[in-house]
T-cell receptor, first 113, second 109 residues
């Protein structure tokens, strides 16, 4: 019955690699998000995606790209991983883009060595 | 874009005392202000929220106040318990949600 799920939960990889994190929501929501939480616990939005409309936070490097095969999934692809990409990545969803409540996934802890 | 500042960054209280966390925002068009609680190793979860047309909202031991003129809002937790220990995030939304930097609350038994 998990509303928003992510895989994997932990990901350890080397610099320069390309990796993906998957997110799925079974709530029937129209909008999904990716957040990055760094070691200082600061939670920053990376993307929001709604009915094929992608809103990108301008501070996100173009090595990061979201891919949505359908409304229930929003995967995060990261190319040429860097040490500074190490963080916990949270997927979230909401009924619509301006809906009041966002539901977070369990997070993926990415460690780049 | 919206800028949300949160204070304090850490807060330690004795069980039974009250805790107050304050946030300010920059964009007067912000219309929704949620508070999330994140326990260690867990996901952020909404605990209370307030819309811009309301000045105060209460849910059992937690309450949120909003001062639109001053552009600040606060979380109040009364009769704190050890299980209230967590990181608390405020957020403000115009279009996308912008989060504060978080407050690590520790409630000592």
């Amino acid at each position: 019955d998990t509303a928003v799920s992510q895989t994997p939960k932990y990901l350890v990889t080397q610099m320069g690699n390309d990796k993906s994190i998957k997110c799925e929501q079974n709530l029937g929501h129209d909008t999904m998000y990716w957040y990055k939480q760094d070691s200082k616990k600061f939670l920053k939005i990376m993307f929001s995606y709604n009915n094929k409309e992608l809103i990108i936070n301008e501070t996100v490097p173009n090595r990061f790209s979201p891919k949505s095969p359908d409304k229930a999934h929003l995967n995060l692809h990261i190319n040429s991983l860097e040490l500074g990409d190490s963080a916990v990545y949270f997927c979230a969803s909401s009924q619509e883009r301006l809906a009041i409540q966002q539901y977070f996934g369990p997070g993926t802890r990415l460690t780049v060595t | 874009g919206e800028n949300v500042e949160q204070h304090p960054s850490t807060l330690s209280v004795q069980e039974g005392d009250s805790a107050v966390i304050k946030c300010t925002y920059s964009d007067s068009a912000s219309n929704y202000f949620p508070w999330y609680k994140q326990e260690l190793g867990k996901r952020p979860q909404l605990i209370i929220d307030i819309r811009s047309n309301v000045g105060e909202k209460k849910d059992q031991r937690i309450a949120v106040t909003l001062n639109k003129t001053a552009k600040h809002f606060s979380l109040h937790i009364t009769e704190t318990q050890p299980e209230d220990s967590a990181v608390y995030f405020c957020a403000a939304r115009v279009n996308d949600m912008r989060f504060g930097a978080g407050t690590r609350l520790t409630v000592k038994p």
